[in-house]
């Protein structure tokens, strides 16, 4: 069994910053990549940033200088760095794992990704 565990929601005013966090455990072998999804109410699932088991993060446009993909491999914990935060960032924000290698400046749709955390809430006020 595999699970992905992030800490509950989260508040922030605009331009501040937030550290998520995602714990797997249950894995038989490590994850070759983990990323982060976000999802608002009425819109697609999109992807946030990914990062392979030895390192080259990935992340889309609309986060690029403002969020840190990294993960600690001796916890098996996958965490996002988010700074200078806007209101459109407000989403719910899902880790999730793929037993196979993610493209490099590539960021994969949700089906690259077999194994996903319940998600955390992330509100940004203006």
């Known amino acids: 069994q595999v699970q992905l565990v992030e800490p509950g929601g989260v508040s922030v005013q605009a331009g501040g910053s937030l550290r998520l966090s995602c714990a797997a455990s249950?894995?038989?072998?490590?994850?070759?990549?983990m990323g982060w999804f976000r999802r608002v109410p009425g819109k697609k699932l999109e992807g946030v940033a990914s990062i392979n088991h030895d390192g080259g993060p990935s992340y889309a446009e609309s986060v690029k200088g403002r969020f840190t993909i990294s993960k600690d491999i001796a916890k098996n914990t996958l965490y996002l760095q988010m700074n200078s935060l806007k209101p459109e960032d407000t989403a719910m924000y899902h880790c999730?794992?793929?037993?196979?290698?993610?493209?490099?400046?590539?960021?994969?749709?949700?089906?690259?990704?077999?194994?996903w955390g319940l998600g955390t809430q992330v509100t940004v006020s203006s």
């Open positions: 999730a794992a793929a037993n196979r290698r993610c493209f490099e400046d590539y960021i994969h749709t949700a089906d690259w990704f077999g194994f």
């Open positions: 249950g894995y038989s072998s490590r994850a070759e990549c």
